[in-house]
């Protein structure tokens, strides 16, 4: 769950949204392609299947100086993460499967 001053702006989980309810994977250590938040690939660092972590993720390691859409720019927010499962891409590199 992905939220800015309390309100979420994106979520997979189960239930809740539009867009709820599909785990959202990405290729850990990538964050530099931009298919995924560098706070968010940093935050996963170290954790197990199965953890939950509070991620607060600052400016410059999520959308930094121009903000997206209803995120503005210089905007801190927090990612509600759930790691569900690890798995080998098909080039070889680990990929996290999250919920969050």
Excluded: H
């Excluded at 600052?58 to 503005?72: F, M, S």
Aim: glycine share 16%.
């Amino acid at each position: 769950v992905a939220k800015w001053k309390g309100i979420t702006f994106m979520t997979s989980r189960q239930g809740l949204g539009v867009t709820g309810g599909t785990p959202y994977g990405f290729d850990v250590g990538n964050s530099e392609r931009g298919n995924v938040l560098k706070g968010l690939d940093l935050g996963v660092e170290g954790m197990k299947v199965g953890g939950q972590r509070l991620v607060i993720v600052p400016p410059e390691l999520a959308y930094g100086k121009k903000g997206v859409q209803e995120i503005p720019p210089n905007a801190t927010i927090e990612l509600d993460v759930e790691l569900l499962s690890i798995k080998q891409s098909p080039f070889g590199s680990p990929v996290k499967i999250v919920e969050g």
